[in-house]
């Protein structure tokens, strides 16, 4: 019975393994950004040839950057959850347009809410490259003194900001 | 006949668009082969993290085309190819690279198949071990002993049947 036992138990285990293999998400890659500085850039403002933006300028506050563009699907899903957060004035966000005809990003702000303070045009994915983005809906939260502290790889859902990013905010902003 | 001619009109017009489109679709073809030969050396060792069983080389994503750029832009700047995988991994992480370096985080991947060999060499040696001792403690019985001797002394004990006489 014993001589059993040994190859049941390795199996059990290799099934483990498996199993908690099934659970993890293979998109999710670890960002190297984490407790790094945001990476330094300007660009234009979306619908705003003159102004342009900095992250130096959200200095001491906590933000989110939100990579967003017209043509990704799965950012729909996540719209109004940003709408949502956007009116209740929890966090101010900062979108990141990326690789997107301004024209087009316009329209879909337009037609579905404009959750943004603002959204930069990073038409050519410069900055998207400069801040690791691979899966646009991508997140980032960024503290008080420009280092980011959460990425969000795809879309955000109610739970994720509930479990993740509200309780991060809030420790971030005592 | 003018079934013919539209035919042959059609064709024409066929052609003429794709000698128009043949400009810009031929355009990529490189200036500098050395330069792309580099190009595609580095490319090869970068995974494509939108299509991630890909290098960036094999891959067609929108991403992995910027990135070739990138690459391409670098060295024409002069960068070496340490400098421009350090400024990939400074991005995406280690995971971007085809082959994970060897560091603290990665090394029961590298070791790991190594020791499970040594281990099994071990559990082997072990096994062989207590096999000769069990083979040498073997202790028999008098009335085995009896038996072997009958066994080796007359070809066969009493209770087996002796082969009959050929005639």
Request: glycine share 6%; with cysteine.
């Amino acid at each position: 019975m014993k001589r059993y036992l040994v190859p049941l138990a390795l199996f059990v285990l290799l099934l483990g393994f498996l199993g908690l293999g099934l659970q993890l998400n293979p998109r999710e890659v670890p960002s190297p950004f984490i407790d790094k500085p945001a990476p330094q850039f300007t660009l234009g403002i979306l619908g705003n040839d003159t102004a342009s933006f900095s992250p130096a300028q959200m200095r001491g506050q906590v933000w989110l950057l939100n990579v967003w563009a017209s043509w990704c699907v799965a950012c729909r899903e996540e719209h109004d959850l940003l709408m949502t957060i956007s009116q209740q004035k929890i966090v101010p966000m900062i979108g990141l347009d990326y690789k997107d005809k301004v024209a087009d990003a316009e329209l879909w702000l337009k037609e579905r809410g404009n959750p943004y303070a603002l959204s930069i045009s990073d038409s050519k994915g410069q900055v998207g490259i400069d801040y690791g983005v691979y899966g646009v809906p991508e997140t980032f939260v960024i503290d008080r003194n420009g280092v980011i502290r959460f990425k969000q790889i795809g879309p955000l859902t109610p739970q994720i900001f509930q479990d993740k990013i509200l309780p991060l905010i809030r420790k971030l902003n005592a | 006949m003018r079934k013919i001619i539209s035919v042959a009109l059609l064709i024409y017009v066929w052609q003429v668009s794709c000698l128009a489109q043949a400009p810009s679709t031929a355009q990529p073809l490189n200036t500098n082969p050395a330069l792309e030969a580099q190009v595609n050396t580095i490319s090869n060792e970068l995974r494509c993290l939108v299509c991630q069983n890909q290098t960036i080389a094999d891959s067609n994503a929108d991403l992995a085309i910027d990135l070739k750029n990138q690459i391409r832009t670098q060295l024409t700047q002069g960068r070496t190819q340490a400098e421009i995988l350090d400024y990939m991994v400074q991005r995406y992480g280690d995971f971007v690279l085809y082959k994970p370096p060897l560091k603290a985080s990665t090394w029961f991947l590298w070791l790991g198949p190594f020791v499970i060999l040594l281990l099994a060499f071990f559990f082997l040696w072990r096994q062989i071990q207590v096999r000769k001792k069990l083979l040498s403690e073997q202790q028999f019985s008098q009335a085995e002993l009896a038996r072997a001797t009958a066994l080796l002394n007359n070809g066969a004990p009493n209770n087996i049947a002796q082969p009959k006489d050929r005639p």
